[in-house]
């Protein structure tokens, strides 16, 4: 069974920093592109960044560039995003996703990040 779990929400001050952590279980964690989606109260999803299996490239949203940093432990299984320099506007739920080709075919349950003084 494939699972994502997520965790390393919590609250933080404007400026402060988070590092959120995805554990997989029941795929091959290294052949899978994986991203994080996020959804803030009362808005729609958006994705916040990938990090694919060719050449292990990223991609971010413009609202976060410069400021989270995506990576993957493929020995560990886990999926990481290092959030530095937050604002009130990142306060969502942070989801990570697994892609199967250009698609999404896994999600985990959210962990909630606020970031608020």
């Known amino acids: 069974e494939v699972q994502l779990v997520e965790s390393g929400g919590g609250l933080v001050q404007p400026g402060g920093s988070l590092r959120l952590s995805c554990a997989a279980s029941?795929?091959?964690?290294?052949?899978?592109?994986l991203s994080w989606v996020r959804q803030a109260p009362g808005k729609g999803l958006e994705w916040v960044s990938v990090l694919t299996t060719a050449n292990g490239r990223t991609n971010y949203a413009d609202s976060v560039k410069g400021r989270f940093t995506i990576s993957r432990d493929n020995a560990k299984d886990t999926l990481s995003l290092q959030m530095n320099s937050l604002k009130p506007e990142d306060t969502a739920v942070y989801y990570c996703v697994r892609h199967q080709g250009l698609g999404v075919d896994y999600w985990g349950k959210g962990t909630l990040v606020t970031v608020s003084s």
């Open positions: 029941g795929f091959t964690f290294s052949l899978y592109g």
